[in-house]
T-cell receptor, first 116, second 111 residues
Framework: GAVVSQHPSWVICKSGTSVKIECRSL??????MFWYRQFPKQSLMLMAT?????????EQGVEKDKFLINHASLTLSTLTVTSAHPEDSSFYIC????????????FGDGTRLSIL | GQQLNQSPQSMFIQEGEDVSMNCTSS?????WLWYKQDPGEGPVLLIA?????ELTSNGRLTAQFGITRKDSFLNISASIPSDVGIYFC???????????FGQGTTLQVKP
């Protein structure tokens, strides 16, 4: 149980393109999802907390107009990297929690984004 | 901000050996989690700890939640090549569910 699916797994696109990444909880409803960014050989860096039916909460230093998050249903959150540039190239990972306090986060398989 | 100190940073061991890694924090957590990440994939939950002093096993893996709620260790017994990867500890904040991650321990196993 507690499977999180992330799509696409790999994207290569030109500078200036907007890219959408989907995160789905397949066998549970997730009122809260999280979006992370990970650089090579580093730990995960939280970008934002996505709450179903409300605005996302962004971490300090993360541009909310650059990284648009939509959590329209209890099983789907999307991250859109707008007008992507080479410096946005990274590994983006989402996670979701089952309802209830102290439930752990379960992670998707990540999206490798390469901006040319 | 809150940080977790995870050690060692990397380990290179022989197949069959036991492995131990640990995390310490300056803050108290109600939940400690251990994840493993393979290259190019997302972290996979190995063990979740909810009570101070709790000792939990998952196959060859054993983890303990420290009595002070400021530390945790993960042991892997009789390591095998597929244990290779990066292991992360994480403390979970009760009110937001956010995770504070350790820096990770890279494990390499020589057959």
């Amino acid at each position: 149980g507690a499977v999180v699916s992330q799509h696409p797994s790999w994207v290569i696109c030109k500078s200036g393109t907007s890219v959408k990444i989907e995160c789905r909880s397949l066998d549970f409803q997730a009122t809260t999802m999280f979006w992370y960014r990970q650089f090579p050989k580093q730990s995960l860096m939280l970008m934002a907390t996505s709450n179903e039916g409300s605005k996302a909460t962004y971490e300090q230093g993360v541009e909310k107009d650059k990284f648009l998050i939509n959590h329209a249903s209890l099983t789907l959150s999307t991250l859109t990297v707008t007008s992507a540039h080479p410096e946005d190239s990274s590994f983006y990972i989402c996670s979701a929690r089952e309802p209830g306090s102290n439930q752990p986060q379960h992670f998707g398989d990540g999206t490798r984004l390469s901006i040319l | 901000g809150q940080q977790l100190n995870q050690s060692p940073q990397s380990m290179f061991i022989q197949e069959g050996e036991d492995v131990s890694m640990n995390c310490t924090s300056s803050s108290i957590f109600n939940t400690w989690l251990w994840y493993k990440q393979d290259p190019g994939e997302g972290p996979v939950l190995l063990i979740a700890l909810y009570k101070a002093g709790e000792l939990t096993s998952n196959g060859r893996l054993t983890a303990q939640f420290g009595i002070t709620r400021k530390d945790s260790f993960l042991n892997i017994s009789a390591s095998i090549p597929s244990d290779v990867g990066i292991y992360f500890c994480a403390g979970q904040l009760y009110n937001t569910g956010k995770l504070i991650f350790g820096q990770g321990t890279t494990l390499q196993v020589k057959p």
